[in-house]
């Protein structure tokens, strides 16, 4: 017998293969129902197990120096090369061993299937978090609390608990402790909040960033209010007209999470829909966008607008956003001449959006129902013809059928209703 195979550990481990080679052939089939679930509760409650019994043999692992058989440079980089794990699954897999060697109570629950990895890593990284002054006995409740509610509750539940596990095991240091810690964390995430932003040579800006929790909330809910107007006003809807019965009046009404697509649009909205006026000046200027575009470009031509940041977008979009405030459209004569910079009343007024809202009742494309404030004002006699700002000329169109009457690809009628039909030209 070799002197591996001699160890409990290293027989127990083969007698469970053995075990699972009887199983490798049996069929499932013939399982019936409350078999099938008894059996993935088990399982579950066994994988558990064996990941209790892989810490405390990583753990081992360190203090004898496997690491060394195959010059590697830590045991988690040995593990990567000896079980074909990735290395962040291996390192994973090293703190989480790490973790339960610090906390009994909770490696103990791994190991008799009370818990699960998942729940286990939660469990340690919040105990981890705690003060490090705090009272040996206040840690070991902390663990036995968090470990109690891991009964009923799954990792993600336990990580907002264990952040606030100190309220229920010393309330009397609960409260200067997350002062101190709130303050760390939103401290830390000012300073680090970040901002990039690149072209990608293929007319559009991709980015990403990193903001404090309540910034990334208050954008997360603008976006929402622009990516699921239906929805609300269904909801709405229903209640009013007696939709939920008296028993659902206190339960929630489901809202079917926006797409990231549908999120990317609301992003967009969110950003034409700025009013510059409203933004801090830099050099004396409104955070305006310039647009520059002949008057053969103003009356319909496709030649492509300029930006003032010297990129180029399409005749269509430019005489698009020209009834939106965030930009200043400049539109040039033969000789390149300035011939109009803007316009005294390019943009209807607060009243008249009103008048536009009860009168049109939302977005006056046909089959579209946009409520009045998720609209544009657009100008039936377009501002790049020298149209009016004139309520009798005005229409709400949602930010699609927006797009879609400046489209030079559709063609627009409105009938004798008011509302606008669109024909994809031929």
């Not at 970040?194 to 007319?203: A, I, Y």
């Not at 946009?370 to 609209?375: E, K, N, V």
């Amino acid at each position: 017998m070799s002197t591996t195979a001699a160890h409990p550990i290293n027989g127990a481990v083969a007698r469970m293969h053995s075990l699972l080679d009887e199983l490798a052939e049996v069929p499932t089939w013939s399982m019936g129902q409350a078999a099938t679930a008894e059996a993935m509760v088990d399982i579950a409650r066994l994988e558990a197990r064996v990941v209790e019994l892989k810490s405390r043999t990583l753990v081992h692992a360190e203090s004898v120096a496997v690491a060394e058989t195959n010059a590697s440079p830590s045991v988690a980089v040995w593990h990567s090369n000896a079980t074909r794990s990735t290395k962040r699954e291996s390192f994973r897999q090293v703190r989480l061993a790490a973790g339960l060697d610090r906390y009994d109570v909770v490696r103990e629950a791994l190991g008799r299937g009370d818990v699960i990895a998942e729940q286990a890593s939660v469990i340690c990284t919040a105990l981890d978090e705690l003060p490090d002054d705090l009272d040996a006995a206040v840690l070991e409740q902390a663990a036995k609390a968090l470990v109690a509610f891991a009964e009923v509750h799954d990792a993600k539940a336990l990580r907002v608990l264990g952040r606030r596990i100190l309220e229920v095991v010393a309330p009397e240091v609960a409260e200067a402790w997350e002062a101190e810690q709130l303050d760390r964390e939103e401290r830390e995430a000012e300073k680090s909040s970040v901002f990039r932003m690149r072209e990608d040579g293929h007319g559009r800006i991709k980015g990403s960033f990193a903001v404090p929790l309540l910034v990334g909330q208050m954008l997360e809910r603008a976006l929402l209010a622009f990516a699921a107007p239906k929805h609300q006003i269904a909801n709405r809807a229903a209640d009013d007209a007696g939709g939920r019965s008296e028993q659902d009046e206190q339960a929630p009404v489901p809202v079917r999470r926006p797409t990231a697509q549908r999120l990317g649009a609301a992003f967009v909205e969110l950003v034409e829909r700025l009013n510059p006026n409203d933004l801090p000046q830099a050099g004396g200027v409104n955070a305006t966008v310039v647009v520059t575009m002949t008057l053969d470009s103003l009356k319909g031509g496709l030649a492509a607008a300029t930006l003032d940041t010297g990129d180029r977008i399409s005749a269509a979009t430019a005489r698009r956003l020209a009834c939106e405030a965030g930009v200043v459209p400049v539109v040039l004569g033969g000789g390149g001449q300035p011939l109009d910079v803007g316009r005294a009343r390019r943009y209807f007024t607060p009243a008249q959006r009103i008048a536009m809202g009860i009168r049109d009742g939302g977005c006056t494309a046909k089959g579209c129902d946009a409520p009045p404030a998720m609209c544009h004002a657009h100008h039936d006699d377009p501002w790049s013809r020298h149209g009016h700002t004139d309520l009798a000329r005005g229409r709400l169109l949602c930010p699609f059928h927006h797009r879609r009457i400046h489209d030079p690809e559709y063609e627009a009628d409105v009938g004798g209703d008011n509302q606008v039909t669109f024909h994809r030209r031929t």
